[in-house]
């Protein structure tokens, strides 16, 4: 993997400057156009409203948990293919060095995203995804990994930490990702789970890295399902199949497929049942109901696109100014 050379202190300028240019942004509110987003999902049971909200500023639009929001002490958001300055199958918010995208894009898409965030480059750690079920647990130390240097880990796909300010971020193009925000024990976590990270339970593997590591109860845990490839779409073979057949008793995960031998795979329901039968209430379990797939224009989907594609990012971290009593 490339990583494009920065200098720390530029960085720390040019979010400034760009802090200055989406703050002339901001108050615009919701734009009558912004893109119209199929959704395929069901509703959700709990939350009231939308599972997943859309939200624009400037030309660049994002997808936002409310069920997250609400519990008021984590930042987050989803991206989407809009606002960046990539170009071809990259076009226009791709996130990855490591889809030879030119670095310099990439970099102008994470300061856009970050000023977004009101956060930097520097305070982004990235996950070094590649299917497993190992998860980092993330310190201060690891600002900027992955962005703005190197990375010292490998086989990352999950993500948690207590540390306000040091921003998690995972990749994605049809896989699921999820999120956890503890607003008792004030920790996140932040996963990435395909149909190998779901057939090994990543979802209960992150809830009991975050008991481990910070005592957290399962009970208190907000969990969010991503925007990721929907059941209509994942079209798995049989040893696929197979696999999610003996690991889960629940039905409807695997369904028939349109042609013989082919199946549908529905990693929505399969991370509800996962992080259900973690201890997460259900009423704390919010599913996307957006489909990458369904949407190529707007979500870099690896399907739609037949692997010529970014990377969408998810972000999540814990505010610096949260305050107990706010
Ligand atoms: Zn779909």
Redesign the pocket.
Known sequence: MRFPIFIAGEAREDREVFREGIMAFIGKGRSADMYRIIR?GEKNRAAEGETVRQNRVGELEYLTFPALTAAGMAGHLFTTRTGGVSTGDCASLNLSFSRGDLPEAVQENYRRICAVMGVSPEDVVASAQTHTTNIRRVTAADRGKGVLYPQDYRDIDGMVTDVPGVVLACFFADCVPLYFVDPVRRAVGLAHSGWRGTAGRMGECMVRRMQKEFGSDPRDLIAAVGPS??R??YEVGGEVAEEFRSRFAQEGIITPGREKGKYQLDLWLANRVILKEAGIPEENIHVTDI?T??NPQYLFSHRASHGRRGNLAAFLYILNNFSENA
């Open positions: 395929t490839i929907c209509e779409c489909c797939c369904h």
